[in-house]
């Protein structure tokens, strides 16, 4: 699976939008972009994923530029429970395959 | 949605026992469970996968008679530290992958501290 780059630590105020890049310049053509995050204490938790498209769940949106080296997460509307680490992830789509976690940004969502 | 259940959330135990942890898929079939453990302000390291009716495939430079994974049922998997000692304290997560879904399901992870 391709690495991937995160800023360690980011801040953001309550209520902006929070954007979190993520480098993946040596992603291969059939692996996608996944987001989790883990809430201090818990179990990570899955956020979004995408191959080429922008998506846009929920909870996040997703932009992955058209070359594909690099992404960015986007909540739009940060809370305080926003407050976590959020790692991105670069692997094949597959049901059995690992799940290998890079250090993840830590970020601060502030009052 | 898929929900994994693990038990305990914390634990305490003396140096040289064992202590299992449990894992278990409450809706959902999961023939592929993941152990990860992760060390205070540190990442997940994934340790082995668990697949149902075999041996469990640990990742390099894990102990597997230390960290004995069964995985005897497609809803179950146990991670039993045996003969624990204080720098086998950490925060033990597994997960499991959830067919209907991208992304794999995680439990809430255990404590353990070893005294």
């Known amino acids: 699976d391709a690495k991937t780059t995160q800023p360690p630590s980011m801040d953001c105020a309550e209520g902006r939008a929070a954007n979190l890049p993520c480098n993946h310049s040596t992603i291969s053509g059939n692996e996608y972009v996944y987001w989790y995050r883990q809430i201090h204490s818990q179990g990570p938790q899955y956020i979004i994923h995408?191959?080429?498209n922008n998506e846009t769940n929920e909870m996040a949106s997703l932009i992955i530029t058209e070359d594909r080296k690099s992404s960015t997460l986007i909540l739009p509307h940060a809370t305080l429970r926003d407050t976590a680490v959020y790692y991105c992830i670069v692997r094949v789509r597959s049901n059995t395959g690992k799940l290998i976690f890079g250090q993840g940004t830590t970020l601060q969502v502030k009052p | 949605g898929a929900v994994v259940s693990q038990h305990p959330s914390r634990v305490i135990c003396k140096s040289g026992t064992s202590v299992k942890i449990e894992c278990r898929s409450l809706d959902f079939q999961a023939t592929t469970m993941f152990w990860y453990r992760q060390f205070p302000k540190k990442s997940l390291m994934l340790m082995a996968t668990s697949n149902e009716g075999s041996k469990a495939t640990y990742e390099q430079g894990v102990e597997k008679d230390k960290f004995l994974i069964n995985h005897a049922s497609l809803t179950l998997s146990t991670l039993t530290v045996t003969s624990a000692h204080p720098e086998d304290s950490s925060f033990y997560i597994c997960?499991?992958?959830?067919?209907?879904?991208?992304?794999?399901?995680f439990g809430s992870g255990t404590r353990l501290t070893v005294v």
């Open positions: 997960s499991a992958v959830y067919r209907g879904e991208d992304g794999y399901t």
């Open positions: 995408g191959l080429k």
